[in-house]
């Protein structure tokens, strides 16, 4: 009964930045962790980092300093801005959520990074 929308993808050029949206929508309470993850074409998805319900942040080695992760308690919104974009952050980008004990995901939003 959870559904999550992710917006924000599209073509940058490296060095440039993107704000990635998440929603989540219907009859919920309450969510717990929310996240991002990726994934690269020939590859495994991996996390690039997770935000709780209190504010606490992880991120990934490979985004740290360039990424930053925050979210709407009230709206029920994450969000993932990302600066100094490089081509190896191409990658569809899935929002995560857990609710419940169950963990939701979106559909994905394509982020690619090319000059």
């Known amino acids: 009964q959870v559904q999550l929308v992710e917006s924000g993808g599209g073509l940058v050029q490296p060095g440039g930045s993107l704000r990635l949206s998440c929603a989540a929508s219907?009859?919920?309470?309450?969510?717990?962790?929310m996240g991002w993850y990726r994934q690269a074409p020939g590859k495994e998805r991996e996390r690039v980092g997770i935000?709780?319900?209190?504010?606490?942040?992880i991120l990934q080695d490979s985004v740290k300093g360039r990424f930053t992760i925050s979210r709407d308690n009230a709206r029920k919104w994450v969000y993932l801005q990302m600066n100094s974009l490089k081509p190896e952050d191409t990658a569809v980008y899935y929002c995560?959520?857990?609710?419940?004990?169950?963990?939701?995901w979106g559909k994905g939003t394509l982020v690619t990074v090319s000059s």
């Open positions: 995560n959520a857990l609710c419940y004990g169950v963990n939701y």
């Open positions: 219907g009859i919920i309470r309450s969510i717990s962790d």
């Open positions: 935000i709780t319900s209190s504010g606490g942040i």
